[in-house]
């Protein structure tokens, strides 16, 4: 479903070309944005395929928004204005908006510029489908002319290669999912159980997917019997231990069949990927792809996009991206409507353990209210988040600086995000933090590199991952802050 965002600080004019949308497009995600902070916040968290922007807006202006947005390439972008704002829709165009909608806005104007938005994203899609295509291919060329238990150097995730006397390989995903996920005490347990270690066990770490709460897994066997024996007890063992330690998470395991390469396993894990986006209707166990399938076949398509828009509102609650909460609330009470009783209980009950509330949403499931008043209840939940979240802006400072750290973003360009003047944002990071905004982002590297090295990542991919292109200059600034440097750090 394509995710469109309507940015206009007018409440009459978003709903005027909300109400277009839905009537001209069946297909779509509607999502709405008050100003062009709200857009950007949207857009970073990666919430919006197609974006129709009101160019003046209090705050931040559609056209900065834009500006601010280094993928704006990969969104394809109209502008929504009058004509008194020619000048500024000529920058818009120079930008790379693709269309122009008058105020007040005509339904065929609408949906003619739409559909041609559409079209480009499509076809933005496939040309990334091309490129990850080619990436898996040129990633499975060097896996296979590798035979070791060094990690791959690549500018990719960490990756283990499978050993010459390992014949087959099975995939599988492990899902947690809660609030903060205790990322090391839980790579701690996968690592014992599957004996990385061990000569005889050695395994691959496909990618880490730590924002979705997903370890993608390819453990290589030896023969089929070994393979039936690690279904049987292995996986079984590992999915209790991580039942019984993190007992708050609800945790699910999928696991693939047996593959003979590993091309065979990406597809397996997309395929199980894919399935976790259902995740509300499947069991808290450990099953294999096969089964999952069956379990989804007999839910209609309202059903099926109801559990995904839990899924969906569920990362956006733990991100605390509340206006993102919000509209996915209105989108999913929408798909409650078409979906029968029984299920709207089961998945309510879903819901409120995947956002670990305090309130409960079930005391609500014997009254013939119900629906109206869940949703009421989830509505007040996100607006007392977010005037928690007025009351302490830097509390959200610091959480998008913790996110991003990784990436080139100066002190001006997140005093702008958040509507501070460069000078002011600089003195009261000093004094809430007791240090400046350049040592705080270089204290979040150097941690984050010191964990990647010691999880066996190259120093030279360690660098890249945490923001530094130039190796020689991480290297120095590793020792100078540490003590030690990071090729040492990586062997002890």
């Given at each position: ?96 908006a693709q269309g122009y909608i008058l105020k007040p806005p005509d339904p065929t104007e609408v949906r003619d510029v739409t559909t041609d938005l559409i079209k480009k994203f499509q076809k933005i899609k496939e040309a990334q489908i091309e490129r990850l295509e080619t ?340 290297a120095r600034l590793y020792k100078k802050i540490m003590g030690i440097s990071p090729g040492q750090d990586k062997k002890s």
């Amino acid at each position: 479903m394509i995710r469109i965002a309507v940015a206009d600080d007018e409440p009459l004019a978003r709903y005027n070309i909300l109400s277009i949308l839905r009537e001209q497009f069946t297909s779509i995600n509607v999502i709405e944005a008050e100003n062009g902070l709200d857009l950007i916040r949207l857009i970073q968290g990666n919430q919006v395929d197609i974006a129709l922007v009101d160019i003046r807006m209090p705050r931040m202006d559609g056209l900065e928004a834009m500006m601010r947005c280094e993928n704006r390439s990969d969104i394809p972008w109209a502008i929504v204005s009058s004509y008194a704002d020619f000048p500024y829709a000529k920058k818009a165009i120079e930008l790379g908006a693709q269309g122009y909608i008058l105020k007040p806005p005509d339904p065929t104007e609408v949906r003619d510029v739409t559909t041609d938005l559409i079209k480009k994203f499509q076809k933005i899609k496939e040309a990334q489908i091309e490129r990850l295509e080619t990436w898996w291919h040129k990633r499975l060329e060097n896996l296979e002319a590798a035979f070791s238990n060094e990690p791959l150097e690549t500018n990719s995730e960490p990756m283990f290669l499978i050993k010459k006397n390992m014949n087959s390989i099975v995939p599988y995903i492990i899902s947690l999912q809660g609030p903060t996920l205790p990322q090391k005490a839980i790579k701690e347990t996968i690592q014992f159980y599957c004996k990385i270690d061990s000569e005889d066990n050695p395994f691959i770490l496909l990618y880490p997917n730590n924002d979705y709460g997903y370890y993608e897994i390819a453990y290589p066997v030896k023969t089929a019997e070994n393979a039936s024996h690690w279904k049987d007890t292995g996986f079984n063992h590992l999915f209790a231990r991580l039942q019984h330690d993190f007992s708050l998470y609800q945790i699910k395991m999928l696991i693939g069949s047996l593959c003979s390469s590993l091309e065979t396993a990406a597809r397996q894990i997309k395929k199980i990927r894919d399935l976790l986006n259902f995740a509300p209707l499947l069991p808290n166990a450990c099953i294999d792809l096969e089964h999952a399938s069956q379990i989804l076949q007999p839910y209609t398509s309202n059903e099926l996009e109801a559990a995904r828009l839990i899924v969906t509102l569920t990362r956006s609650w733990h991100r605390k991206d509340w206006i993102s909460c919000k509209n996915h609330v209105y989108d999913l009470y929408i798909k409650f409507e078409k979906v029968e009783k029984r299920l709207q209980h089961q998945l309510i009950q879903n819901l409120e353990k995947s956002l670990y509330i305090e309130t409960s949403l079930t005391q609500y499931l014997l009254k013939d209210s119900y629906l109206d008043e869940t949703r009421q209840e989830l509505l007040c939940l996100i607006q007392q988040n977010e005037k928690e979240r007025q009351k302490d802006p830097f509390t959200e400072i610091l959480r998008f600086i913790d996110m991003h750290f990784a990436e080139s973003i100066s002190l001006s360009q997140v005093a702008a995000i958040f509507g501070f003047s460069p000078n002011y944002l600089s003195a009261i990071f000093h004094q809430r933090t007791g240090t400046t905004y350049t040592s705080y982002i270089t204290n979040l590297r150097i941690k984050e590199a010191r964990n990647l090295l010691r999880s066996g990542v190259s120093v030279k991919e360690t660098a890249w991952a945490v923001g530094y292109m130039d190796e020689q200059h991480f290297a120095r600034l590793y020792k100078k802050i540490m003590g030690i440097s990071p090729g040492q750090d990586k062997k002890s």
